[in-house]
């Protein structure tokens, strides 16, 4: 028997499940996560759509809210989007802070300045920060060819004073005599470290695509009733979600040249003992084959990376299926190559110092330091067709920040290696007078000698910014009898909320303090790069004859270097670790990945990936399917990191629905750190294009929220979208509504003052009067309540229709809309 079908429509009568006066309030959380129980304030709740991962929840008793629209004629139906185990809910998501620089360097693709008419410069924005971020797995999987090849298959292995009393180098011990013992055998052997390290990140890169940047966006099409149907905000187009085929395109580029970085080191070191004289001819020509295979296949990995950007203004289903798959293969095969040709039995090789090609890493520090340049560069000629005062660094941010993942690249692969070098060198010092071996290259050892020196800078900066911070907090308990007229002074909760708000204000201060950083580690590189290659010493042995203040200074610089850049690795090591372990712990280090991957992956696939991806179009099908199927209103509430999601969302709708949802936004960083930071996605032009296209947008803040502020502090229209600052405490001393001090709340809860109520009944109440038209089964929608088991309410699916679902929704967690 067909079911009968009604249609009902804004002005229709009130039927059960008739959403004719229906409101939904969708609650998204901020940074660290939350609970339904807490988003919802109500210990028993339902998910109603999605999975483990990220879902939508109910109360038990709004679950078919739908059915029952008489009941909530005065009030929304409030549901949650919990997304926080997209970024910190799986225990091995830890071990992504050793992803970091990568992370960084993809956040400096986003970081471009707004322009007006510069495509060619825009592309090659894009194109500078994909060769840098390419670079930082170079040196990656190099500093791996370091530790394995360099100091422990050709160094330790090779001197019988670093091998004795290790049973497990023994076999690759000259002085054993084994098969394994040949210098090109002990560094085949080796390579698989750095070659599975390389593996294993194209397998991460390749199972978080399937899970993130191969879920489908919502689809619509762009009518005649869009009215920016022509020019529209970037995160308004269609493919902006959805990088499927960028991400394959990288990930087979950065899997390809790691591959080759390990067949250049095996190939460099057999190929010069190959060339002396009297050396193999055949082996020589082999070999000479050999490089310029590797040079080939290096030139047309740079052209896969840079010859193709970001397509968002439709869904790319497409993947470049030769690239994808032959690349890594053949890259592979020429590793294997370089294998056997190392392996080859070569009478009278010994190793003897350092591996030959220990250059690298002074050319790969010259190649980034020429790209950070030329990223400022290009980033100022943007910056001069569309000024904007509150773009952060002149809208040299993202150069400052792509310099900052060359020093945390620098910091990972020098550390490993410094501290491998002390441990395989027992009581000597590596390249100094007693040690046992080289130890690594020089210029890891004048980059880490640098470090004392750039800590004396940076806490020289902290005191600056700790003295602006005093004279603020003096301002603040001046101005404290305005704030609060006619209060009884109270000197300790008078400089507790001056202090609270002084600090807040820090925030506006990161830009200069990662801008000086960042000038001083180029300085300080560059420095060092000179010094290596003009000595060709570590910079104790370098400064050994001059004054003996010159002296002792390079020589505690370079102890002191080797520790504390020992020290830096560790302690993320550590971190990882007891993030592994500690929920606590994994929170804190979820939220980094909160703010640092909510971008897509358009610079290095090897990045933690982007929620966002999932997140935008989560709530894009809520909305969508939800106002479609009930014809009610909707208002999007979203804190802090969850109104950036809440904005993303909106603007991926279609007109249409865009009418029928007001936007609430609170503690938003909206523009005080995106904004600024991310001027062409965020800038004022998108913010007031967000704005005049959400018919409803209110927006609340604090002074003593260091994350949240106004999101049109400048050219506001009315009506105004931003109200604040709002009063926090919301009492200064005890009142009858307040008889305990009220307390000083900043970031959260701000559902706590009566403001934001008040604002989510006005945006409601504004919302235009869309005729809405909606064909539903009216006997599947609201089952008669004798179809539930023990009389529970009906579950809901995505659509809002009734039923016995088990709220787990399909494979994506996403609605079938």
Known sequence: MQPQTGVTTDEGGTAP??????????LVHGVGGTTPEEMLDDPRTVRVTGDETAGIHRRRDDADAECRAGEYRD?????????????SGNSARALWLVLLPFMVANLAHWMRPASTGRSTAVRTYGLLVRLLALSLTVLLVAAACEVALDLTAWQC????????????????????????????????????????????????SHRT??????????RHPVGEDDPEAGARPALRLPGFWYGRRLVARLRAAHTAAGFLTVAAALSAAATRYDRRPGGSAWLDALGWALDVTLVAAGAFVVWVVGSRGRSEREPDDRLDQVIVRALPGTALAILAAAVLHASWPRPGWASHGRLPGDETFGVIALAQ?????????????????APEDRTVLGGLGGAAVAMLACALGALMSGGIAQRVADWLDGPGTPGMEGGSIDGPPVLLSWQASIIPLLLVVLLAIAGYFGGQNWRRRRL??????????????????????????????????????????????????????????????VPGRAAEGGPGLVAAGAQTAQALGSWLIGLGFILFIASGRRAYRDASARRTIG????????????AHPFAPPCYAERAVPDLTWRMATWTRSTGGELVISGHSQGSVLAAAAVWQLDPRTRRRVALLTYGSPLERLYGRWFPAYFGPGPLRALHREVHCWRNLWRRTDPIGGPVLPVGGTDPEVDRGPLRDPLAYGRTAEHPLPAPILGHSDYQADPVFAEERTGLLARLPDVPHQRIVPVEEECPPPSDRRDGSPARRDTNGRGGASSGQGDSSGRSSG
């Open 369 to 385: 330091g020429a790209l950070v340049l030329a990223i400022g560069a290009t980033a100022w000629w943007l910056t001069r067709s």
């Open 17 to 26: 499940g008739d959403g004719r006066e229906l409101a939904l309030e969708l």
């Open 157 to 204: 292995a090779g001197a019988e004073a670093c091998a004795r009393g290790k049973s497990w180098l023994g076999f690759l011990s000259p002085e054993h005599g084994g098969w394994w013992s040949p210098p090109g055998r002990r560094l085949a052997l080796a390579a698989l470290v750095p070659a599975a390290l390389t593996g294993l990140l194209w397998w991460l």
């Open 209 to 218: 695509w399937c899970a993130y940047e191969s879920q489908p966006p919502l």
């Open 591 to 602: 939220i980094l990945w909160d703010v640092g991957t909510f971008w897509p992956r358009a």
């Open 75 to 87: 009030r929304p139906v409030p549901e949650a989007y919990c997304w926080c185990n997209l970024t």
């Open 476 to 537: 603040e308990i001046r101005r404290m009898p305005v704030e609060y007229p006619g209060e009884q002074p109270d000197t300790a909760r008078t400089r507790r909320i001056a202090g609270t708000v002084a600090r807040a204000g820090l925030t506006d201060c990161a830009p200069w303090f990662i801008g000086t950083i960042a000038v001083i580690t180029l300085l300080l590189g560059g420095g060092a790069v000179l010094g290596a290659w003009c000595t060709e010493e």
